[in-house]
Nanobody, 126 residues
Framework: QVQLVESGGGLVQFGGSLRLSCAAS????????MAWYRQAPGKERELVAT????????NYADSVKGRFTISRDNAKNTVYLQMNSLKPEDTAVYYC???????????????????WGQGTQVTVSS
């Protein structure tokens, strides 16, 4: 079993900052790229940021470029999202997503992007 657990969400005022964390645990063989998504009420889930396995490559949605920074600590199997200059339109549930290989029952492993956290609410007041 593999679990992704997010933390760090909350209520913040316009222009404030939050740092989200997502820690992976369980029967992990290896972790590859990771990502943050968000879903606002009544809207589809959208990709916010991605980071490569070694952390050297990142990509951001245009709406968060220059304000959000994704990073990771591979020793801790954790990905972070530093969010600065927050706006009311950033209000959403934020989810982490991982491309990882998990150990199977027969000493094998399966690689998939189908690993998601439970989500953490971020609310930005105006």
């Amino acid at each position: 079993q593999v679990q992704l657990v997010e933390s760090g969400g909350g209520l913040v005022q316009f222009g404030g900052s939050l740092r989200l964390s997502c820690a992976a645990s369980g029967s992990i063989f290896s972790m590859y790229a990771m990502a943050w998504y968000r879903q606002a009420p009544g809207k589809e889930r959208e990709l916010v940021a991605t980071i490569t396995m070694a952390g050297g490559g990142t990509n951001y949605a245009d709406s968060v470029k220059g304000r959000f920074t994704i990073s990771r600590d591979n020793a801790k199997n954790t990905v972070y999202l530093q969010m600065n200059s927050l706006k009311p339109e950033d209000t959403a549930v934020y989810y982490c997503n991982a491309d990882l290989a998990a150990w199977g029952a027969h000493n094998d492993y399966t690689r998939s992007w189908d690993y998601w956290g439970q989500g953490t609410q971020v609310t930005v007041s105006s």
